[in-house]
């Protein structure tokens, strides 16, 4: 479900002089040491007031951000890496690379030639022309001439599969991990990389995130943490995956679940996916 390459904190610490953001970011890590978070202060933080609105608008912000694949919104997963401060969980959230060249191939799957060279201008288009099964042969052989109405049809499944394929995923490359680390205000202790199973929209309502998958736990095993956070209709179930790094074993048994439920949120999110059908 997930693909992350990560410079890491320890990677980051061994890259030369570092900048005031840098140095600020690495010495989260020795708070950390110092202090580590705990659960009971995870879960407080994330069952705060604060922490509930910042998770209820990771949610939201899922929703508004779908895409449509073959009549189904598609929510996309976001992530990032997060700190505690003062009690406060706060949510730094990372691009993903390819979630924007999916925005492109549905602006441009009516001009094959002009969503060939667009998809091989880059090593992460590259990669999802290569692994949209038949993308790369469909594309040319219509850039090549007038393109039949079967070719038509079957562009919009391929570039349907790709969205619902690529856009259910997160992941961070170290380029971006780098910007993002110069581009914030690190404050407080580290508390791991985090990310979002955001509720699936099925016809004119929504259903629960999925649960952790394997590979998020192998992920937290080689994070440290891998906090995931499951939409639910009636609230939110965070996973606190640290324990799977200490036993190494991808057992979500072992995780710790903190779970926030309102009788409010479903009418609100109700809201949110007729305004975004309503586009």
Do not use: C
Request: charged content about 25%.
């Amino acid at each position: 479900m997930l693909g992350v390459f990560l410079l890491g904190i320890t990677v980051a610490a061994s890259s030369g002089a570092q900048s005031e953001r840098r140095e600020r970011y690495l010495a989260l890590a020795q708070a950390t040491l110092q202090k580590p978070v705990t659960n009971d202060e995870l879960r407080a933080a994330i069952l705060s007031p604060a922490g509930v609105e910042s998770i209820r608008a990771l949610f939201e912000r899922s929703i508004s951000e779908s895409l449509d694949a073959g009549g189904t919104l598609v929510t996309p997963e976001l992530g990032g890496e997060s700190t505690l401060d003062g009690g406060r969980l706060i949510l730094v959230s990372y691009p993903d690379p390819v979630h924007p060249i999916l925005r492109e191939m549905v602006a441009l799957r009516g001009e094959p030639a002009r969503l060939l060279a667009f998809l091989e201008s880059t090593p992460d288009g590259s990669e999802v022309l290569k692994g949209s099964g038949g993308l790369n042969a469909l594309l040319y052989q219509m850039s090549r001439g007038t393109p039949t109405e079967q070719q038509i049809a079957l562009l919009a499944r391929v570039t349907d599969s790709a969205v619902a394929a690529y856009f259910k995923t997160w992941r961070a490359d170290p380029k971006i991990q780098a910007r993002m680390i110069e581009a914030t205000e690190w404050r407080g202790r580290y508390a791991g990389f985090w990310h979002i199973h955001p509720p699936r929209l099925r016809g004119k309502g929504f259903e629960s995130g999925i649960e952790p998958s394997l590979e998020d736990m192998q992920n937290a095993i080689d994070l440290g943490q891998f906090l995931t956070l499951v939409f639910q209709p009636d609230g939110f179930d965070a996973y606190d995956l640290s324990p799977l790094a200490q036993t190494r074993t991808p057992d979500l048994a072992r995780a710790r679940v903190v779970s926030y439920g309102s009788p409010d949120w479903m009418l609100y999110f109700e809201g949110v996916v007729r305004a975004r059908r309503g586009r």
